[in-house]
């Protein structure tokens, strides 16, 4: 404290700093001169999060809206082809009437085994 008050007395409440004369006069002036010799960096293009459901969710619904449209695609081309095919199988079962095992063995007995050889052999 008495060293404080030594170094007061020797300085003395004097301000040793001083503003130069119409410093704040020219102030505004200096200031505009300074920023025009400046050059002004383009600004950052700003950053957009995007949000948990456009990262992470819409993709999973365009997958989805992908695969739903070519099975509706792909069912609407396949089934005239299924109709076609399905009467073409009632045709083919209507020319040949169900046979009961007895009658299938009596259709056999018919033919000698030379014959069924000939049968087999034709439809490879």
């Known amino acids: 404290m008495e060293e ?3 170094i007061i007395g020797q300085i003395g409440k004097k301000n040793p700093f001083k503003v130069p004369e119409n410093y704040f006069e ?3 002036a200096q200031l505009e001169q ?8 383009p600004a950052p ?5 995007k949000s948990f459901f456009k990262a992470h969710i819409q993709p999973l619904l365009y997958v989805a809206a992908v695969i739903t449209l070519m099975t509706g695609i792909s069912y609407v081309a396949v089934q005239p082809m299924l109709n076609d095919l399905n009467a073409e199988m009632q045709l083919a079962n209507a020319e040949y009437p169900e046979l009961s095992e007895d009658d299938y063995y009596d259709l056999l007995a018919e033919y000698d085994s030379d014959e069924i050889y000939e049968l087999l052999s034709m439809n490879d």
């Open 4 to 6: 404080q008050s030594k």
């Open 26 to 28: 020219d102030f505004s």
């Open 34 to 41: 300074k920023l025009q010799t400046i050059p002004v960096a």
């Open 45 to 49: 293009a700003p950053v957009i999060k």
